[in-house]
């Protein structure tokens, strides 16, 4: 009976040490998805989270540095300094960045923002809306006949 007892134990002892390293694992890997106005709001919050904040890349930001690049993030392409929500992204992945990457591209930034003001993101997504659109078809005339 002691062994079944003892067995019972540490097989309850390995099912907890999963259960936390799964539960730690859960927690370090959360991402926020937000955008530029939503980070604002979140004051100090916004430094202890890891987060992917979404925007537009400023024409004329882009800063390349040996291997770190710096740019401005901005929430709407239509108002681009009127509304004064900009966002300063540092990144410094290992990764290189997308070919769609670019000027008025839309981006997420995954990564922390520092205490600065800084986001400093470890991960960089470019989309580029224009070169995934379907073509636009042709739409032929009713009125006409064919002869």
Known sequence: MKTYVRFGELVVAIIGALVWLAMGGTNESKTYFKTISELSRMGNQAQTKRLRVDGYVEPGSIVRSGAEVSFVLHQDPNKRQQDGLRLIVV?????????????????????????????????????????YEAKPQLKKNTNQTSI
């Open 91 to 131: 990144y410094k992945g290992i990764d290189p960045l997308p070919d769609t990457f670019k000027d008025d591209a839309q981006a997420i930034a995954d990564g922390t923002l520092g205490p600065d003001g800084v986001f400093q993101a470890t991960k960089i997504q470019a989309k580029c809306a224009s070169k």
